[in-house]
């Protein structure tokens, strides 16, 4: 059976790839800062039985993530999926140091230090995906009169982090990606988001299934087109 471990699992974009990959056949680890408290996490623990194993995670510290790796009993991860983000929104004028550091700490550090204690458990020919934001396109400038500075200056240093370790563990036969899953409606996204959660998973899930070791360190929109850096 296939193992896939997901951060930030409990809502969002987290949630609907723990249901697909569930609804797939696979073992999920669903990793999020507090899981007890999920109902929808229960309810499918419920459902799908010891296919579904809840973790606490925090990628915010640096304990919570050293603690993860004993958690799993020496299981093999397929694929591991960063998926645990946090959006500020403060414009020039508004700036505080609290955003830059949230927002470095849970969208960079956190997803480094996830992959430096899972990549042990990681099989030969396995995947990690970052998930990322089109606003990390140093090319692309999306919207840079908007105030979500910190969010993209974060995803843009997750992006290098992507190249870095894609040259780390290409010996080890490990593919690393950045992915963008496009302007989604969740919590983050917004109403006003034009895509439904089950449709971002559905394309974004077949991106997965594609990838290759020539396909690392490569940052891909939702639809598995090239994304400038």
Known sequence: MNTILITGSNRGIGLGLVRHYLQSGWQVVAASREP??????????????????????????EQSILDLAPELNGLELDIVINNAGVLMDENLGQWTSAAFTTCLAVNVTGPALVAQALVPLMKPGSKLINISSGLGSLELN????DGMDAYAMSKAALNMLTRRLAAKLESRDITVISISPGWVKT????????VLVEDSVSTITGVFEGLTLDHSGRFFASHGEQTPW
């Open 36 to 61: 007890g408290k999920s109902g929808d996490l229960r309810a499918l623990e419920k459902e799908h039985g010891n296919r579904l194993v809840l973790v606490k995670l925090d990628v915010a510290s």
């Open 142 to 145: 999306i919207n840079p009169e």
């Open 187 to 194: 919590d983050m996204g917004g109403d006003e988001a034009p």
